[in-house]
């Protein structure tokens, strides 16, 4: 175990295959089984997944599969698969890293989900000044899911650190807001965040 995950900026810290069946629309080819169930994994990498620089010099995900669909005033709006909900846990960590004052309550408005856990991180943020670029930014190397529904998962996040320590963070999302938003813990139900082998990260998470 490192030490507590930074709750304020999150882990960044500069922190499987699911079944479901959905409802057939339009017309039905012949030969097609319109009850057949859809497979949904939980393991698979977003499609033709692409990295830019965003805020504070640290790297975002992107792609046009899956999202973010909305550049403005912060980057929002994800599919509603895994692959959305990944892509979702991941910004709104760069972004809550990243974000200088001016921008960061957009944050908490589009990326993070109403609630106790919100609310401290945003009265928290208010009291300092988050400005300058990141020279070696943390780099997403690869994840993990423990748990995944529709309307929420639990996604471990494997991060290498510019010092070369691995570490793993865990970043719920919930989708009851109509989009993938990060339920951000309170103060003192912050996670740790541990530090991981290379090994266990080839092994036991997907690599981005």
């Given at each position: ?7 304020l ?9 699911v079944m ?6 339009g017309?039905?080819?012949a ?8 497979v949904v994994?939980t393991?698979?990498v977003?499609?033709n997944l692409?990295?830019s620089?965003g805020p504070?010099?640290l790297?975002q995900p992107?792609?046009?599969v899956d999202?973010p669909f909305q ?10 698969t ?15 890293a ?8 957009e944050?908490?408005?589009?990326l993070?989900?109403?609630g106790p856990?919100r609310?401290?991180w ?5 009291l300092v000044?988050?400005?300058g ?6 780099l997403?190397?690869?994840f993990?899911f423990?748990?995944?529904t ?10 290498k650190q ?9 970043v719920?999302?919930s989708?009851?807001?109509?989009d993938?938003?990060v339920?951000n813990p309170t103060q003192?139900?912050?996670?740790d965040l541990v ?8 092994k036991e998470?997907?690599?981005?």
């Open positions: 175990m490192v030490s507590k995950a930074c709750w900026v999150g882990f960044v810290v500069v922190s499987g295959v479901g069946v959905l409802s057939a629309c017309d039905d080819p030969g097609t089984d319109q009850n057949q169930p859809q994994s393991t698979t977003p499609e692409s990295w620089i504070a010099g790297n992107k792609n046009t999202g550049s403005s005033p912060v980057p929002h709006g994800f599919s509603a895994p692959q959305g909900a990944l892509l979702a846990a991941i910004t709104a960590q760069v972004w809550m990243g974000a200088d004052d001016k921008v960061f309550p944050v908490a408005n589009h993070l989900e109403p856990g609310d401290q945003v009265q928290a943020r208010a000044t988050v400005d670029r990141v020279t070696h930014p943390p997403f190397a690869g993990k423990t748990e995944y529709p309307d929420k998962a639990v996604i471990l996040i494997a991060v510019p010092d070369g320590a691995i570490t793993a963070y865990p719920q999302v989708h009851s807001s109509g993938w938003r339920v003192d139900a912050a996670p530090e991981i082998t290379a090994d266990q990260l080839n998470f997907i690599p981005l």
